[in-house]
């Protein structure tokens, strides 16, 4: 191709281009070897080199200051035309958008109700993603002993197939949309929860409330779903600390918080789907609910939601729960553990529905947690725990507040007595700079659950249907107001009560404190 003319003639038309000249389509020689084509490839390098040339003088930022060349020379810095502006900064003609959404007026929270009694709550957040949740009365406490373990298989059963939609086309709606569908069976809620960008907030309500309120309940799914659950519960039991809390509940209350949430696998044996459906149709009821949303309007909720929901799907049983707090305790036989665990709890009397209880919960639970090595302990010198975590069950009108720590199976009396005595030097007294640091750390934690839309709609729906309100601000409030004298003040409330004393492991190394021996030391 060395001697083709049209090559010869692309390096003249360059050549001109660099001083400035603009080459015609008529001075282009046709080739021969290139056959027809070459016309088009001309054609194409010229359309190329003059819309760049135009492009570039139709831009006012990059207009010549010194001159009117164009042309390559222009664009690659040969010619007198340049660009003066450096590159960490903006053109001088260039509009910059602007970085944040953010409102005028902050979003508020506003509730309201559906026409078949179900109560909403909704914040139109800034964020990019709507989240609806529906939470309803349920889970372990409102199990009979014939129904044991039915909140467990419901929440294996979750988005399943409908009276309108198979599994299939639920799954591939709720796909197609990138949204994401969880649902959670608790001790005293079950919360179903649906997210997705604000822009599909119309198809993860009406997905939502077909999953929850129409489910078909196929006798194929559920014993699938009932294997699920039977793998996912002895997995679960196999873990020390999931049994120990389960086993912690038991001794505590007697009624239905002390009803066990991962219960043997073996109760599951002969569940099924007609067995769920008597479940379903006692806590999925949708004038007990509370729907919650974050991205969405309360107007446009209500519009999405009241059509989905009427007065004819109400059911007309409802399942009840009542539990008391008495204190006990369990010992744990596991001779094959290679540590030994120690629990030790107390009523946190008021649960959720006591704003203060529930943020001296918090708090004290801070104080206890061994594992928050930024946190300045009194005391450092329990060289026996291994392990030492602290918890916080709260639930409607009460709850439990304690530790549960871990050692060598031959220290487990040293080990009850640290637990004894870590609850104990928060009774007597907290330090400020201590409890500063605690209060910190229970309000990051509970602002980092509301950060995500997910995690607001949680708390917002378990809040709305265990106290009947919601306010953000109230925690943290709460816990700011605390003092060294409150929280001082609550533990020795708890320590009033009969204590909840659970231990777990090989138990013959050593002999572990009796309950009536730990009782009279609060």
């Given at each position: 191709?060395?001697?083709?003319?049209?090559?010869?003639?692309?390096?003249?038309?360059?050549?001109?281009?660099?001083?400035?000249q603009v080459v015609s389509r008529a001075q282009q020689a046709p080739c021969t070897m290139l056959?027809?084509?070459?016309?088009?490839?001309?054609?194409?390098?010229?359309?190329?080199?003059?819309?760049?040339?135009?492009?570039?003088?139709?831009?006012?930022?990059?207009?010549?200051?010194?001159?009117?060349?164009?042309?390559?020379?222009?664009?690659?810095?040969?010619?007198?035309?340049?660009?003066?502006?450096?590159?960490?900064?903006?053109?001088?003609?260039?509009?910059?958008?602007?970085?944040?959404?953010?409102?005028?007026?902050?979003?508020?929270?506003?509730?309201?109700?559906?026409?078949?009694?179900?109560?909403?709550?909704?914040?139109?957040?800034?964020?990019?993603?709507?989240?609806?949740?529906?939470?309803?009365?349920?889970?372990?406490?409102?199990?009979?002993?014939?129904?044991?373990?039915?909140?467990?298989?419901?929440?294996?059963?979750?988005?399943?197939?409908?009276?309108?939609?198979?599994?299939?086309?639920?799954?591939?709606?709720?796909?197609?949309?990138?949204?994401?569908?969880?649902?959670?069976?608790?001790?005293?809620?079950?919360?179903?929860?649906?997210?997705?960008?604000?822009?599909?907030?119309?198809?993860?309500?009406?997905?939502?409330?077909?999953?929850?309120?129409?489910?078909?309940?196929?006798?194929?799914?559920?014993?699938?779903?009932?294997?699920?659950?039977?793998?996912?519960?002895?997995?679960?039991?196999?873990?020390?600390?999931?049994?120990?809390?389960?086993?912690?509940?038991?001794?505590?209350?007697?009624?239905?918080?002390?009803?066990?949430?991962?219960?043997?696998?073996?109760?599951?044996?002969?569940?099924?789907?007609?067995?769920?459906?008597?479940?379903?149709?006692?806590?999925?009821?949708?004038?007990?609910?509370?729907?919650?949303?974050?991205?969405?309007?309360?107007?446009?909720?209500?519009?999405?939601?009241?059509?989905?929901?009427?007065?004819?799907?109400?059911?007309?049983?409802?399942?009840?729960?009542?539990?008391?707090?008495?204190?006990?305790?369990?010992?744990?036989?596991?001779?094959?553990?290679?540590?030994?665990?120690?629990?030790?709890?107390?009523?946190?009397?008021?649960?959720?529905?006591?704003?203060?209880?529930?943020?001296?919960?918090?708090?004290?639970?801070?104080?206890?947690?061994?594992?928050?090595?930024?946190?300045?302990?009194?005391?450092?010198?329990?060289?026996?725990?291994?392990?030492?975590?602290?918890?916080?069950?709260?639930?409607?009108?009460?709850?439990?507040?304690?530790?549960?720590?871990?050692?060598?199976?031959?220290?487990?009396?040293?080990?009850?007595?640290?637990?004894?005595?870590?609850?104990?030097?928060?009774?007597?007294?907290?330090?400020?700079?201590?409890?500063?640091?605690?209060?910190?750390?229970?309000?990051?934690?509970?602002?980092?659950?509301?950060?995500?839309?997910?995690?607001?709609?949680?708390?917002?729906?378990?809040?709305?249907?265990?106290?009947?309100?919601?306010?953000?601000?109230?925690?943290?409030?709460?816990?700011?107001?605390?003092?060294?004298?409150?929280?001082?003040?609550?533990?020795?409330?708890?320590?009033?009560?009969?204590?909840?004393?659970?231990?777990?492991?090989?138990?013959?190394?050593?002999?572990?404190?009796?309950?009536?021996?730990?009782?009279?030391?609060?």
């Amino acid at each position: 191709l060395t001697g083709c003319p049209a090559l010869q003639s692309a390096r003249a038309c360059d050549s001109n281009l660099l001083e400035g000249q603009v080459v015609s389509r008529a001075q282009q020689a046709p080739c021969t070897m290139l056959g027809s084509a070459a016309p088009a490839v001309g054609s194409a390098l010229m359309r190329a080199f003059t819309s760049s040339s135009a492009a570039a003088a139709a831009v006012p930022a990059l207009a010549s200051k010194s001159g009117s060349s164009t042309g390559l020379a222009s664009m690659f810095g040969f010619g007198s035309s340049r660009i003066d502006t450096p590159l960490s900064e903006p053109l001088p003609t260039s509009v910059v958008p602007l970085r944040s959404t953010l409102p005028v007026v902050a979003p508020k929270l506003q509730s309201g109700a559906l026409e078949a009694g179900t109560k909403l709550m909704a914040i139109d957040s800034v964020s990019p993603v709507s989240s609806v949740a529906l939470v309803f009365e349920g889970g372990s406490a409102f199990e009979s002993p014939e129904l044991a373990g039915a909140g467990r298989v419901l929440e294996n059963m979750a988005y399943k197939a409908t009276a309108n939609r198979t599994t299939f086309r639920l799954t591939r709606e709720l796909e197609k949309i990138g949204a994401i569908a969880t649902c959670s069976a608790g001790r005293d809620h079950i919360a179903y929860t649906v997210s997705a960008v604000k822009l599909h907030a119309p198809e993860i309500v009406e997905a939502l409330l077909d999953a929850t309120l129409n489910p078909k309940l196929n006798y194929h799914e559920v014993a699938e779903a009932v294997a699920a659950t039977k793998a996912s519960l002895a997995a679960a039991l196999r873990d020390p600390t999931t049994l120990i809390t389960d086993v912690l509940h038991r001794a505590a209350f007697d009624g239905s918080l002390g009803q066990p949430l991962n219960v043997d696998p073996q109760l599951l044996d002969g569940f099924n789907n007609n067995m769920l459906k008597e479940y379903v149709a006692s806590v999925l009821n949708p004038s007990t609910a509370v729907l919650a949303a974050a991205g969405v309007g309360l107007d446009e909720f209500q519009q999405l939601a009241n059509p989905l929901v009427s007065s004819e799907r109400v059911s007309g049983s409802t399942a009840t729960s009542s539990s008391t707090y008495v204190g006990g305790a369990l010992n744990l036989v596991a001779n094959t553990s290679p540590l030994a665990y120690v629990a030790l709890a107390f009523e946190a009397k008021g649960g959720l529905s006591d704003p203060k209880s529930a943020a001296a919960a918090a708090v004290v639970k801070a104080l206890l947690d061994e594992s928050r090595s930024m946190l300045p302990h009194a005391s450092k010198d329990h060289s026996v725990l291994k392990s030492a975590t602290a918890f916080a069950h709260l639930y409607k009108g009460t709850g439990l507040v304690g530790l549960v720590a871990s050692s060598a199976p031959a220290q487990a009396a040293q080990l009850a007595d640290a637990v004894v005595k870590k609850i104990e030097n928060v009774a007597k007294g907290v330090p400020e700079a201590q409890l500063k640091q605690a209060k910190r750390l229970a309000i990051s934690a509970y602002k980092a659950t509301l950060a995500s839309s997910t995690g607001l709609v949680g708390v917002l729906g378990q809040q709305l249907l265990l106290t009947g309100q919601f306010n953000p601000a109230e925690f943290p409030a709460a816990v700011e107001a605390l003092t060294s004298a409150d929280v001082s003040s609550f533990v020795s409330k708890a320590l009033k009560s009969a204590p909840t004393y659970v231990t777990y492991g090989s138990l013959s190394a050593a002999r572990v404190p009796r309950y009536d021996v730990i009782a009279k030391r609060f």
